[in-house]
T-cell receptor
Framework: NAGVTQTPKFQVLKTGQSMTLQCAQD?????MSWYRQDPGMGLRLIHY???????DQGEVPNGYNVSRSTTEDFPLRLLSAAPSQTSVYFC???????????FGQGTRLTVV | AQSVTQLDSQVPVFEEAPVELRCNYS??????LFWYVQYPNQGLQLLLK??????LVKGINGFEAEFNKSQTSFHLRKPSVHISDTAEYFC????????????FGKGTSLLVTP
């Protein structure tokens, strides 16, 4: 079982560049979310989705876009990368909010 | 909206000693409570959760936590830690106002030494 797969694992961007972080799950989970992890800050919610076609903003949505066209995929787009977006990004999915959330291995992004 | 406070950023402890990692939350509505563990360079893994019912919940690897509604706390405990328990531990809550998405505390780094 693949679980939650994030690609790429590492990425270096120049300021102003755009890119998409990919997240895919094969567990038929309705609920998916994106977090960023920064030292001393824990994990902060960027965007989340409760099903295909439905997304909403979390705590720190600025500079990020998401869409959910299929149950399996939940890509995160950086429109114009900034050094403040240097972070480790985690995607998670769950069957319901009350059940276990499964996390990907993370994408370490550096913006220079 | 809820907030989660993990009262200790770092907890050093000797092997085989007991440990308690503290978590307090603030919310005006019913919440679900979770503890997750993150080993170095890995994603997060669920340790245990409280949804309703018994206030003492048991999780994997010998961990347990007690929900205290009056003190709005959900402290994590283990009676005897191992070197392999060295990791980052996150308390998280979810509630309907945020679509039940997880809201994490800042984490507690548990360092177990011989």
């Amino acid at each position: 079982n693949a679980g939650v797969t994030q690609t790429p694992k590492f990425q270096v961007l120049k300021t102003g560049q755009s890119m998409t972080l990919q997240c895919a799950q094969d567990m038929n989970h309705e609920y998916m979310s994106w977090y960023r992890q920064d030292p001393g800050m824990g994990l902060r919610l960027i965007h989340y989705s409760v099903g295909a076609g439905i997304t909403d903003q979390g705590e720190v949505p600025n500079g990020y876009n998401v869409s959910r066209s299929t149950t399996e995929d939940f890509p995160l787009r950086l429109l114009s990368a900034a050094p403040s977006q240097t972070s480790v990004y985690f995607c998670a999915s769950s069957y319901e909010w009350s059940t276990e959330a499964f996390f990907g291995q993370g994408t370490r992004l550096t913006v220079v | 909206a809820q907030s989660v406070t993990q009262l200790d950023s770092q907890v050093p402890v000797f092997e085989e000693a007991p440990v308690e990692l503290r978590c307090n939350y603030s919310s005006s509505v019913s919440v679900y409570l979770f503890w997750y563990v993150q080993y170095p360079n890995q994603g997060l893994q669920l340790l245990l959760k409280y949804l309703s019912g018994s206030t003492l919940v048991k999780g994997i690897n010998g961990f347990e936590a007690e929900f205290n509604k009056s003190q709005t706390s959900f402290h994590l405990r283990k009676p005897s830690v191992h070197i392999s328990d060295t990791a980052e531990y996150f308390c998280a809550v979810s509630e309907i106002d945020s679509g039940y998405a997880l809201n994490f505390g800042k984490g507690t780094s548990l360092l177990v030494t011989p």
